[in-house]
């Protein structure tokens, strides 16, 4: 089950927001530290071994190498989620973003305390603190969100282009809109599922869709077939609401 | 009868409505500005769509149409709410009130985090006057060593790195103990009355043991010109942090969550001064400090000039003349 929250808007339509969970938080976290790591450690092998400098803070030249690299490493979240207001592109693949308590974007201050604060939420080490916190709040957030009025919410962008798949299919199709989408999510996840299910998912979707068809002649339908026949029906202009 | 084909009929006759609103959404996302109208369209869509989503919640509530729906009202309510970017004048309200309405609030605490420091401090000379020994738990073998032989450990410091490394790499270690001594005052206010203790005691415990050695005019040379604003930033900080403390302790708001955000984006841009000051501090600590050739008059100017802009800073007075110009 997800957690979510309601905001109010001044339409008196409340907008409801995903929180994250703390899996998902560290799903985003894990990719934005490989992320960095990696920029930093290029950064620090291309001083290595093209310009050929001795990676110390004793000679000006290491330092001024490992400074790029640190600052990389250190400002990688503040830099980056002010910019993007909100997001970094480890939120972005993890399916997250920040928002404020308001569900609008945070703002620069906000955004910023939420970043002093990782020193707290890192305690004792690997964000145990912090890790801690998003179990126990209501709403699954650390102490800098804590201080920054922030959430770290869902960002469902696959569900808003799933909007114009729907148009798509309703104009096309004569089938209920519930029958529609199960169809549709069935076949969209046709490789995915194994045979034997996705061959009895088939076979109780026909069935419903259309009661006066041979049972025994479903049975006998292979795996290809059931499928081309639920894409005929998708296409369908005929009505069946039996789903 | 069954509503199903009406919802269907209902959808197609607003999903163009929808394209319209996810195209105008990913437009306004890129921008940095929008015009009157691009706005106002904004805002008429936005309760188009408050309807449509209402609708959908009714009659399809499971649905990837309502789901589709949610995510879309969601990124159009952030468009709409979003702070503009302030840019000089933001700036401008930043240190002409922000930060003084901050170190007004903070003024007694800050005085009183001074007075700790103080009397640590004093507390720090006793106790190494007292017991010579217990220098090793205030300081490192190699600066007991360096004193010990009638040099201060700061000494021939910038032949073995060039001023300009040496002020960022202190800097930065400034700037994050003062961070610390910000955010440790959500244990209650408890770990940063402790980081102010320690800095207190560790600073008079030194000047103690340098004394033993004839070296306290030396040490007291070194610190002249980056020490008073350093000191008075890391009290700055530790005041921020009992504020924050206190927040959770006495809340002033409904929660002691919001108590606590609250305080937290009140004091924090004071924060953003101390740091701008460390930067400073970082600068004089590298390049003047370690300078021998700096003489002790220059020191004590620059320390008290420094430490003078730090309070005009805080008051704001600065940019508030600018400002009636």
Redesign the interface.
Same mark, same amino acid.
């Given at each position: 089950m997800t957690d979510q929250i309601s905001?109010e @808007?001044v #339409? *008196? =339509?409340d907008? #409801?927001?995903q929180i994250a969970g703390p899996g998902t938080r560290s799903y985003a976290f894990v990719i934005d530290w490989h992320i960095r790591l990696l920029l930093a450690g290029a950064w620090l092998l291309i001083a290595y071994y093209v310009f050929d400098i001795a990676l110390t803070?004793?000679s /000006?030249a290491g330092?001024?190498s490992i400074?790029p690299a640190t600052i990389v490493y250190f400002l990688y979240h503040p830099i980056l989620e002010v910019a993007l207001?909100g997001s970094t592109p480890g939120k972005r693949m993890a399916g997250v973003r920040i928002?404020s308590r308001? *569900? *609008?974007?945070p *703002?620069t @201050?906000?955004l910023? &305390?939420r970043n &002093?604060?990782r020193? &707290?939420d890192s305690l004792p080490a690997a964000y145990m603190l912090g890790l801690v916190c998003c179990f126990v709040t209501a709403n699954r957030v650390r =102490?800098g969100d804590? /201080? !920054?009025?922030t959430l770290l919410?869902l960002?469902?962008?696959a /569900? $808003?282009? @799933?909007? +114009?798949r &729907? $148009?798509a299919l309703? #104009?096309g199709s +004569?089938l @209920?809109?519930?029958a529609? $989408?199960l169809v549709d +999510?069935v076949l969209e996840r046709w490789d995915s599922l194994e045979s034997a299910s996705r061959i009895q998912i088939a076979r109780t979707l026909l069935r419903r869709l259309d009661p006066g068809a041979d049972a025994g002649a479903l049975d006998a339908l292979a795996d290809a077939n059931l499928r081309a026949m639920l894409q005929a029906h998708l296409n369908s202009n005929t /009505?069946a !609401?039996h789903v | 009868m069954s509503d199903a084909p009406y919802i269907r009929q209902w959808l197609v006759a607003h999903a163009a409505a929808w394209r319209g609103v996810v195209q105008r959404v990913a437009a306004l996302r890129m921008q940095r500005n929008a015009t009157v109208d691009e706005a106002l369209g904004a805002v008429e869509a936005y309760r188009g769509l408050a309807r449509d989503l209402a609708t959908a919640r009714r009659v399809a509530p499971n649905s990837r149409m309502t789901s589709g729906l949610e995510s879309l009202y969601g990124h159009l309510h952030g468009v709409i709410n979003r702070r503009p970017r302030g840019g000089m004048a933001a700036l401008r309200v930043l240190f002409a009130d922000e930060i003084p309405r901050a170190a007004y609030e903070l003024r007694a605490r800050i005085a009183s985090m001074g007075l700790l420091m103080a009397l640590s401090a004093l507390a720090g000379w006793w106790l190494v006057t007292t017991f010579p020994t217990l220098i090793s738990l205030f300081a490192s073998d190699d600066m007991i060593e360096h004193v010990e032989q009638g040099h201060l450990w700061t000494e021939g410091i910038i032949n073995v790195m060039p001023s300009s490394i040496l002020s960022i790499g202190i800097l930065a270690n400034n700037i994050v103990v003062s961070i610390l001594a910000f955010c440790a005052g959500i244990f209650l206010a408890l770990g940063t009355l402790y980081l102010i203790a320690m800095n207190g005691l560790m600073l008079g415990a030194a000047f103690a043991f340098v004394h033993q050695h004839g070296l306290a005019r030396a040490l007291f040379e070194f610190i002249a010109a980056h020490g008073p604003v350093e000191l008075s930033v890391i009290c700055i900080a530790g005041a921020m942090g009992v504020a924050l403390g206190e927040s959770i302790i006495r809340p002033t708001l409904e929660s002691r969550r919001d108590s606590f955000q609250a305080c937290a984006h009140r004091i924090a841009p004071l924060l953003l001064l101390c740091a701008l000051l460390l930067v400073g501090c970082g600068f004089i600590e590298g390049f003047v400090s370690p300078d021998p050739r700096f003489p002790m008059v220059s020191r004590i100017t620059i320390g008290a000039a420094y430490w003078l802009i730090m309070w005009i800073l805080m008051s704001g007075r600065l940019f508030r003349v600018h400002a009636r110009r």
């Open positions: 905001v @808007s #339409t *008196g =339509v907008l #409801t927001l803070v004793k /000006a330092f001024l400074l207001r928002v308001d *569900g *609008g974007p *703002g @201050s906000a910023l &305390i &002093i604060f020193l &707290i =102490v804590m /201080a !920054a009025g919410v960002d469902n962008a /569900a $808003e282009r @799933s909007l +114009q &729907i $148009e309703a #104009t +004569q @209920s809109l519930d529609l $989408e +999510q /009505a !609401a | -």
